[in-house]
């Protein structure tokens, strides 16, 4: 499984991003996916998620400002963000996790760098 992220990029406070991930293989739409970000010096974390039943979960953060969605049948996930703030600048990367009944799966994208700043 391969993960290509798109859709990063500089914009202004209080701008608008929506970020992309294709996925290659079989096993996207029953595959969980998240959107993580990690900061210069900062660790890490996941922005939100998305099952494979549609349930989402988000961060305190961006609850409000980001959605995060899925087409099964481009093999994509999305995370479309509004009303940015400098403190949403980060490397934000898309993952994957399958469970084929035994064993967990995790794959990553390269990133994309998302600047908020004016």
């Known amino acids: 499984v391969q993960l290509v992220e798109s859709g990063g990029g500089l914009v202004q406070p209080g701008g608008s991003l929506r970020l992309s991930c294709q996925a290659s293989?079989?096993?996207?739409?029953?595959?969980?996916l998240g959107w993580y970000r990690q900061a210069p010096g900062k660790q890490r974390e996941l922005v939100s998620s998305i099952i494979s039943g549609g349930r989402t979960n988000y961060i305190h953060s961006v609850k409000g400002r980001f959605t995060i969605s899925r087409d099964n049948a481009k093999n994509t996930v999305y995370l479309q963000m509004n009303s940015l703030k400098p403190e949403d600048t980060a490397v934000y990367y898309c993952?994957?996790?399958?469970?084929?009944?035994?064993?967990?799966?995790?794959?990553w994208g390269q990133g994309t760098q998302v600047t908020v700043s004016s």
């Open positions: 293989g079989s096993i996207f739409s029953v595959s969980a």
């Open positions: 993952a994957l996790n399958y469970y084929n009944g035994t064993y967990f799966y995790d794959y």
